[in-house]
């Protein structure tokens, strides 16, 4: 079964721009879940999304979006890039059924603003 | 927020060597999960252990879990140098209805050869 995808792999941007990462999870698997992983703040949850609905999300500005198709392939987005977005992206898929799912992580997608 | 608090932050051993690297948390979990990351890649998921469980195995893995301390270990038995990585728990809270992971900062292992 292939794992989580996530493209592009690394991308950079100057500041003011946005930027779409895309993740593609694990057949089967309903849930996606993102994160932003930098050296200061580490591992930070940034949203989910089950079923093409926004069910959780974290402490991020407005300026972070996302969305989850039908085919359970998710997109965020991040409009008008500050040099602080340059992190380590992350997505996670798991079947969400019941109280114990494992999460699966992607490869990242490193993004660096300039 | 950081949820999860891992010590020692880093870790050094000798192959062969057993290792051993501690959770904490805060509030009530349905699980605790550990991933190992290697050189700021995607994270590997290792284990599951569930709120009602106290030990699990998985291979040189052994990972335990104390909820009335809110605390967990992570051991690696007979360790390699391929096991040099950064390792997170991350728990999944009791509240139920999303399955936000809440990290740790991790402990970065260096296994020398």
């Known amino acids: 079964k292939a794992g989580v995808t996530q493209t592009p792999r690394y991308l950079i941007k100057t500041r003011g721009q946005q930027v779409t990462l895309s993740c593609s999870p694990i057949?089967?698997?309903?849930?996606v879940s993102w994160y932003q992983q930098t050296p200061g703040q580490g591992l930070q949850f940034l949203f989910e999304y089950f079923s093409e609905t926004q069910r959780n999300k974290g402490n991020f500005p407005g300026r972070f979006s996302g969305r989850q198709f039908s085919n359970s392939r998710s997109e965020m987005n991040v409009s008008t890039l500050e040099l602080g977005d340059s992190a380590l992206y992350l997505c996670a898929s798991s079947k969400a059924s019941g109280l114990y799912n494992e999460q699966f992580f992607g490869p990242g997608t490193r993004l660096t603003v300039l | 927020s950081q949820q999860g608090e891992e010590d020692p932050q880093a870790l050094s051993i000798q192959e062969g060597e057993n290792a051993t690297m501690n959770c904490s948390y805060k509030?009530?979990?349905?699980?605790l999960q550990w991933y190992r990351q290697n050189s700021g890649r995607g994270l590997v998921h290792l284990i599951l252990?569930?709120?009602?469980?106290r030990e699990k195995h998985s291979g040189r893995l052994r990972v335990t879990l104390d909820t009335s301390k809110k605390s967990s270990s992570l051991l690696i038995t007979a360790s390699r140098a391929a096991d040099t990585a950064s390792y997170f728990c991350a728990t999944e809270e009791a509240r139920g209805g999303s399955e936000k992971l809440v990290f740790g900062k991790g402990t970065k292992l260096t296994v020398n050869p």
């Open positions: 252990i569930r709120s009602n469980e």
């Open positions: 509030t009530s979990i349905n699980n």
């Open positions: 057949s089967g698997h309903r849930s």
